[in-house]
C-alpha cells in the first residue's frame, strides 16, 4: 500500500507544482502548449482552456486527497459496489478507482446497452416455439 500511496502523493506534488508555476506565467501562456500561431483573438479562447485545465487538476486533486482519505481510513482498494479487495495491478494503473473489475465491466456493459437503440421491442414475435 506504501507503494501507491507514494504515487499518490508523488502525482499530488507534481500537480500542485504544475499549478503553482501556470499561476506565475501569464494567463496566455498556455497558447505555448497549443501552438505559437494563435493570435490575440483567440486570447478569451485560452483563458477558457486555462480555466478548464485548472478545473481538470482541481478535480485529480481532489481524487488524489479522497484516495490518502481512504488509505488512512482502510478503505481504500475496496471495491465500492460489492465490497470486494481491487486488485494491486489495476490500483497502481488507476489509483482512484472505487470499483474492481468486473464491477467496472458491468458498469460499462450497462451503460453500453443504454445507449443502444431498442430495436427488439417492435417485434412481436412469431410462433418459433416457447422460450
Ligand atoms: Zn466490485
Redesign the pocket.
Known sequence: MEEIKQKLLDMQKSILADLESDRDRSKTAISGDIGDDIDYANEDRNRELYQLLCERDQIKLEQIREALDAIEDKTYGV??????KIGKKRLIALPFTK??I??KNEEERTKGIGKMPEITTSYTGSDTGEL
Open positions: 471495491c465500492e459496489d460489492c465490497g470486494a470499483l474492481c468486473e464491477c
